[in-house]
């Protein structure tokens, strides 16, 4: 059964407005989260890794301030994208693995559904 | 930029074994080789992953060569079902990144 729940699954919003993803692992603590982005067509990239309790690292040419992450919890961790344009529009996923803060050497990385947001 | 090239795409009937390469000449000593694949509009799934060793599991087998510079999933009887992209990357520990290449687009045909 799936270990990480991602919500919604599909979201269509007003350019400018504000959307915000959630990301919840089942039954275990996820210390870190990793959050991709996909375009049609494309591979996953990774935009940003985010700790339990400590600012999120987000990758080379992703705006921090566009796409705040939040990951109050161990459980949960948030992405919104704020004042979302249409070129936001694409495949948002998280993933997390189970137990360590990062993905030791013997274990998997579990992914959300994913969320595909479409900004008119 | 990622650490792995994959053939872009791959066509197998169905009943037959499939085979994906994926290079990895830059692979680092305490990197593992970890595959993945990707049905549309979904999610990821895990389906095997290894370190020097060739491993078999339910869904595959992975062999990595003993240069460890390439490897091979094998999708041993491949079904409709298996028509995916599957994705090969590397990690090595928490220091690295989790970046995905390009992968392969299969398709399984009737």
């Known amino acids: 059964g799936a270990v990480v729940s991602q919500h919604p699954s599909r979201v269509i919003c007003k350019s400018g407005t504000s959307v915000k993803i959630e990301c919840r692992s089942l039954?275990?603590?996820?210390?870190?989260m990793f959050w991709y982005r996909q375009f049609p067509k494309q591979s996953l990239m990774l935009m940003a890794t985010s700790n339990e309790g400590s600012k999120a690292t987000y990758e080379q040419g992703v705006e921090k301030d566009k796409f705040l992450i939040n990951h109050a919890s161990l459980t949960l961790s948030t992405l919104t994208v704020t004042s979302a344009h249409p070129e936001d529009s694409s495949f948002y996923i998280c993933?997390?693995?189970?137990?360590?803060?990062?993905?030791?050497?013997?274990?998997?990385?579990?992914f959300g559904s994913g969320t595909q947001l479409s900004v008119l | 930029d990622a650490k792995t090239t994959q053939p872009t795409s791959m066509d197998c009937a169905e009943g037959r074994a499939a085979n994906l390469p994926c290079n990895h000449s830059t692979i680092s000593g305490n990197e593992y080789v970890y595959w993945y694949r990707q049905i549309h509009s979904q999610g990821p799934q895990y389906i095997i992953h290894?370190?020097?060793n060739n491993e078999t599991n339910e869904m595959a087998s992975l062999i990595i060569t003993e240069d460890r510079k390439s490897s091979t999933l094998i999708l041993p009887h491949a079904t409709l079902r298996d028509t995916a992209v599957y994705y090969c990357?590397?990690?090595?520990?928490?220091?690295?990144?989790?970046?995905f290449g390009k992968g392969t687009k299969l398709s399984v045909k009737p």
């Open positions: 039954d275990f603590q996820a210390t870190t």
């Open positions: 290894g370190l020097k």
């Open positions: 993933s997390t693995t189970r137990d360590s803060g990062g993905m030791s050497t013997n274990e998997k990385l579990f």
């Open positions: 990357m590397l990690y090595g520990g928490s220091q690295g990144n989790l970046i």
